[in-house]
């Protein structure tokens, strides 16, 4: 690959690798597609009275001590999708994210201020389902109907900025508290480590050296690939949410807030509004499913992201469901179940969009002053 300065995340797969983050591409597109009902509610069942058992919103003791340190940005995501020229040329042009290197086999793209995103390729998917099958329509194309497209991309790492920095020290309270750090340098300055979410996930712990490169030098290149459409002039301004579906959302939330100072919001029977740092954005840890009954066997531990929202600049109700429109993408409203989007009432509005690759897309109106809905 050839030297791209200033560095970038993408060392983040081999790490990965190294630490066994990467499950069968068959399971996690299996899930995926289970979870795809999931990835569009927009509020805790518990919260809207919706719930078909009692909600215990008692929240899990953390399960070290925790390690003061402070999330303070996105460094990046790493996504793997099965043809990521078409992924990447979709996101520069309807979000305006900028190219910061395409290789050939992955691209990296500034999503505004906010940190980067990794779109590799490579991802094996399954056959097509045969004609019937109801996993091949699950909600429009980000819409209201119709058949959905195959998800054929997996949002499976991310890596977070922490302060203070020392490797040494970080390295060591992550060994002291059970976690087995693998470390992911680059030899420019960029530091990290990977370790394990107690569901396997991949989590990435880093110095600030990109943030740093991304604010010194502006994303400059092309993508291999042509755009699919004409590009907007949006800008992607805060990182509204991650939706984060888990296996116990009570042990995950209190893990992060452990590890990585995330603030929840208040246990909501099922989920946990968790703001990621004061100047960062949301993540909405979710439950991926009713407990088991007593004396069945437990499933298989796995956490999924299964959505992810973006606030952008401009945002205006009517135009971006008309910018959706005009590029042949369809859109499903999304107010936090608040009512229509047009009531002047409404704090939070937002649309779920579909990727070519099939990964749920949320385009909103989210801020630092409306980040938690409820």
């Given at each position: 690959?050839?030297?791209?300065?200033?560095?970038?995340?993408?060392?983040?797969?081999r790490?990965?690798?190294r630490?066994?983050?990467?499950?069968?591409?068959?399971?996690?597109l299996?899930?995926?597609?289970?979870?795809?009902?999931?990835?569009?509610?927009?509020?805790?069942?518990?919260?809207?009275?919706?719930?078909?058992?009692p909600?215990?919103?008692?929240p899990?003791k953390?399960?070290?001590a925790?390690?003061?340190?402070?999330?303070?940005?996105?460094d990046?995501?790493s996504?793997?999708?099965s043809?990521?020229?078409r992924?990447?040329?979709?996101?520069?042009?309807?979000?305006n994210w900028?190219v910061?290197?395409d290789?050939g086999?992955?691209?990296?793209?500034?999503?505004?201020?906010?940190?980067?995103v990794?779109?590799?390729?490579?991802?094996?998917?399954?056959?097509?389902?045969?004609a019937?099958?109801?996993?091949?329509a699950?909600?429009?194309?980000g819409?209201?109907?119709?058949?959905?497209?195959p998800?054929?991309?997996?949002?499976?790492?991310?890596?977070?900025?922490?302060?203070?920095?020392?490797a040494?020290?970080?390295?060591?309270?992550?060994e002291?508290r059970?976690?087995?750090?693998v470390a992911?340098?680059?030899?420019h300055?960029?530091?990290?480590?990977?370790?394990?979410?107690?569901?396997?996930?991949?989590?990435?712990?880093?110095?600030d050296?990109?943030?740093?490169?991304?604010?010194?030098?502006?994303?400059s290149a092309?993508?291999?690939?042509?755009?699919?459409?004409?590009?907007?002039?949006w800008?992607s301004?805060?990182?509204?949410?991650?939706?984060f579906?888990?296996?116990?959302?009570?042990?995950s939330t209190?893990?992060?807030?452990a590890?990585?100072?995330?603030?929840p919001t208040?246990?909501?029977?099922?989920?946990?509004?968790?703001e990621?740092?004061?100047?960062?954005?949301?993540?909405i840890?979710?439950?991926m499913?009713p407990?088991?009954a007593?004396g069945a066997?437990?499933?298989?531990?796995?956490?999924?992201?299964?959505?992810?929202?973006?606030?952008?600049?401009?945002f205006d109700?009517?135009?971006?469901?008309?910018?959706?429109?005009?590029?042949?993408?369809?859109?499903?409203?999304?107010?936090?179940g608040k009512?229509?989007?047009h009531?002047?009432?409404?704090?939070y509005?937002?649309?779920?969009?579909?990727?070519?690759?099939?990964?749920?897309?949320?385009?909103?109106n989210g801020?630092?002053?409306?980040?938690?809905?409820?």
């Amino acid at each position: 690959m050839p030297h791209v300065r200033p560095p970038l995340p993408d060392a983040a797969l081999r790490g990965a690798r190294r630490t066994g983050a990467f499950v069968s591409s068959l399971t996690l597109l299996a899930l995926l597609a289970a979870l795809l009902p999931l990835a569009a509610r927009g509020q805790s069942r518990c919260a809207m009275g919706r719930a078909t058992a009692p909600c215990d919103t008692t929240p899990a003791k953390p399960p070290f001590a925790p390690t003061g340190w402070k999330t303070v940005a996105l460094d990046h995501f790493s996504v793997q999708v099965s043809d990521y020229k078409r992924e990447a040329a979709y996101y520069a042009a309807l979000m305006n994210w900028r190219v910061r290197s395409d290789d050939g086999t992955k691209a990296v793209l500034d999503i505004g201020d906010i940190g980067s995103v990794e779109i590799r390729g490579g991802l094996q998917v399954p056959p097509a389902p045969p004609a019937g099958d109801s996993t091949a329509a699950r909600g429009g194309r980000g819409g209201r109907g119709g058949a959905r497209a195959p998800v054929h991309a997996v949002w499976d790492s991310f890596c977070w900025v922490i302060a203070p920095w020392n490797a040494k020290t970080v390295e060591a309270e992550l060994e002291k508290r059970g976690l087995h750090p693998v470390a992911d340098n680059d030899g420019h300055g960029f530091e990290s480590f990977h370790v394990k979410d107690p569901d396997g996930f991949d989590v990435q712990i880093s110095n600030d050296a990109h943030l740093r490169a991304r604010k010194a030098r502006a994303a400059s290149a092309t993508l291999v690939a042509p755009a699919p459409f004409a590009g907007t002039d949006w800008k992607s301004t805060w990182l509204d949410h991650i939706s984060f579906a888990v296996s116990n959302y009570k042990e995950s939330t209190a893990f992060y807030a452990a590890l990585l100072g995330w603030k929840p919001t208040g246990d909501e029977g099922d989920q946990n509004q968790t703001e990621l740092a004061d100047d960062v954005g949301n993540i909405i840890i979710r439950g991926m499913a009713p407990a088991p009954a007593p004396g069945a066997p437990a499933a298989p531990r796995r956490a999924v992201i299964n959505h992810v929202s973006f606030g952008i600049s401009p945002f205006d109700a009517d135009t971006v469901r008309g910018a959706l429109a005009a590029r042949g993408l369809t859109a499903r409203e999304d107010t936090g179940g608040k009512g229509d989007i047009h009531d002047p009432n409404v704090i939070y509005k937002s649309y779920h969009t579909t990727t070519p690759e099939g990964f749920d897309l949320q385009i909103s109106n989210g801020s630092k002053e409306n980040r938690v809905v409820k």
